[in-house]
């Protein structure tokens, strides 16, 4: 029988006196500026969630992870936790020299010895640990997008964990919740790891497993980063916390997990495995598609659906964690109760509502039946998610100078005004290079910058409910996309591609920039001599060729209405 671990898990902290000390010295060392990601990684490697890793992986370490889910000396670690860094950084760093690693609001959370600096194989990472070279997978698309060309390894050295300022009486380390267990006399704990909101089918299921296990609960959801997308986890908190109140309090706790997760599928399952092995957890329940990251850009999934339990099954007894497959739960109605899909007799009505039925009912405002989740559930869903014609969103508008972006989204203004209730803000290419970008070119470097305020303004528009109306050429879909993913997580974005040609374009010459361009008096200029990337998949594509401005303005109304962003009355 497996028992949790009685002796406490090393932690890289420094004493109390030595932190104190430490500090001072580091505020001379060279400093990084951790990324959110990074922070969740170094607060688990200081407080053993990751042991028995002891800082950020050096090269070797990081081959053989890659190669083989092992470090170099033989023990299981599917995950490379690697600290990158820019070229620019990296110039300045020589191996043997400390460093001070810092939170986004610049405190010293540790220090760290740099033993290794190199240049990743990127492509190699993201075929041998995420299974393709696809940026439609999340991490894929944050190592080649986001991450930094340059990767640090080197021992921690830690001094203080990162501050968090929301539920901090549910936060613990897992030396807090191994003593939590002993205290408790919980020899046996099963833990449930999840980045959804918990409704009555999960509710039932991980109770099962407690009960088939003879053990303990621990829901132990992930609040660091998830999949982009997710509903964040302050609702998920205040959602998980309402469940918690329908399991037996004296065998059920629940504990958040400052964990960024990757959606490496089977890898993140055995990660997930060892990290709750060091918060003493004895059994761990993997689902079907566990950690799984959607479809890939083909349009399959990009693991099997079991992949995750097999490779978690043939690693357990390795990693000393108890593995319990997740049942797939429905509510069969005849007995008005949940049971595993495969325990089910033909013939009875079994009832269901999946991810996206229900993210659609809370979208429309429509009903969601008590037998699904629990009413305090759906109260604080609904509260977080109004109805979508309630909702801020973004129309962003792309498409080549003099091509109509200004006028049609001008037009759409005045027609949305017309309608009411929600504020709107046009933030046209001339407004924002007057107000928010007087300093930029359009060298890449300042038109991405250009780009990521206007989406950083129409977030925040997004966030607070009102309708953004964006006007730029935004020439590049890489920023595109990344601003696409800022707003949804707030509301809708709709990409309107103003398709009017090049030749179009130059030949209408409003501006007469296109005969300067032409002539080579402006460099640079789209089309004619810098790039323009073709949205593939906007939502609208408009043709002004052939139709007058009010058209086109209605056209992206009618959009607008078919997505449900404004109402039909
Ligand atoms: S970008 O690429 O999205 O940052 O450009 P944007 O902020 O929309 O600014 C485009 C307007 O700037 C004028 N202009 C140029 N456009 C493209 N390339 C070059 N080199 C350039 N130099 C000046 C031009 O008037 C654009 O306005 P619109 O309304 O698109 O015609």
């Keep these: 029988m497996h028992t949790p671990n009685a002796a406490p898990i090393p932690e890289l902290y420094v004493s109390y006196e030595s932190a104190q000390k430490l500090k001072v010295e580091a505020g001379d060392l060279p400093s990084w500026d951790l990324t959110p990601r990074q922070t969740c990684d170094l607060e688990l490697l200081m407080n ?331 109260a604080e869903l609904r509260k977080t998610r109004p109805p979508r014609d309630e909702q801020g969103f973004t129309v962003f508008f792309t498409g080549l100078s003099g091509s109509g972006k200004s006028t049609i989204a001008n037009a759409l203004r005045v027609k949305l005004m017309e309608m009411g209730g929600r504020p709107v803000t046009l933030l046209d290419g001339d407004i924002v290079r007057k107000n928010l970008s007087s300093e930029l070119g359009f060298s890449k470097e300042h038109r991405d910058l250009n780009i990521r305020r206007i989406g950083y303004v129409a977030s925040e528009i997004t966030k607070n409910g009102g309708i953004a109306l964006c006007a730029p050429i935004a020439p590049y879909s890489a920023t595109r996309r990344a601003v696409r993913e800022e707003i949804e997580q707030y509301g809708a974005f709709v990409e309107v591609h103003v398709a009017t040609s090049l030749e179009e374009c130059e030949r209408r010459d409003r501006k007469g920039l296109y005969k300067l361009a032409r002539e080579g008096k402006i460099k640079e200029f789209t089309g004619i001599s810098d790039p323009y990337d073709e949205p593939k998949d906007p939502e609208l594509r408009i043709d002004t060729e052939t139709i007058d401005v009010d058209n086109c303005a209605h056209q992206v109304v009618l959009k607008l209405e078919s997505m449900g962003l404004i109402g039909t009355d």
């Design 48 to 378: 053993g969630g990751f042991s028995p890793l002891k800082g950020f992986l050096t090269e070797q370490d990081y081959d053989s992870v890659v190669d083989t889910m092992r470090l170099s000396d033989g023990s299981l670690w599917p995950m490379p936790i690697t600290l990158d860094v820019s070229e620019k950084f990296a110039e300045t760093i020589e191996p043997g020299q400390d460093i001070a690693l810092r939170d986004q609001e610049g405190v010293i959370l540790a220090t760290m010895t740099v033993t290794d600096k190199w240049v990743p194989n990127k492509t190699k990472e993201a075929e041998k640990v995420f299974g393709a070279d696809d940026d439609a997978h999340p991490a894929v698309y944050y190592l080649h997008h986001q991450a930094g060309g340059v990767y640090l390894g080197g021992p921690v050295t830690g001094i203080q964990p990162p501050t968090h300022y929301d539920f901090k009486a549910r936060r613990d380390t897992p030396n807090e919740l191994r003593a939590f267990f002993r205290k408790m006399g919980w020899r046996k704990v099963v833990a449930f790891q999840t980045r959804n909101p918990l409704h009555r089918a999960h509710q039932e299921l991980t109770f099962r497993a407690a009960r088939e296990s003879e053990a303990n609960l621990l829901i132990h959801p992930v609040v660091g980063m998830t999949k982009p997308g997710d509903v964040d986890h302050f609702t998920r908190v205040r959602c998980y916390e309402a469940v918690l109140d329908k399991y037996p309090q004296s065998t059920t706790n629940m504990s958040l997990l400052n964990l960024a997760m990757r959606m490496a599928g089977p890898r993140e399952a055995l990660w997930h495995g060892l990290i709750r092995k060091n918060h003493g957890v004895t059994h761990f329940i993997v689902g079907r598609d566990h950690a799984g990251p959607g479809k890939n850009s083909q349009g399959e999934d990009f693991y099997g659906p079991y992949d995750a339990q097999e490779l978690f099954k043939e690693h357990a007894e390795e990693m000393g964690i108890e593995m319990v497959p997740f049942k797939h739960m429905v509510f069969v109605q005849e007995r008005a109760q949940y049971e595993p899909a495969d325990e089910i007799e033909d013939g009875v009505t079994v009832l269901n509502i999946s991810g996206t039925e229900l993210r659609r009912r809370l979208q429309e405002g429509l009903e969601i039946p008590d037998w699904f989740s629990f009413p305090e559930v759906v």
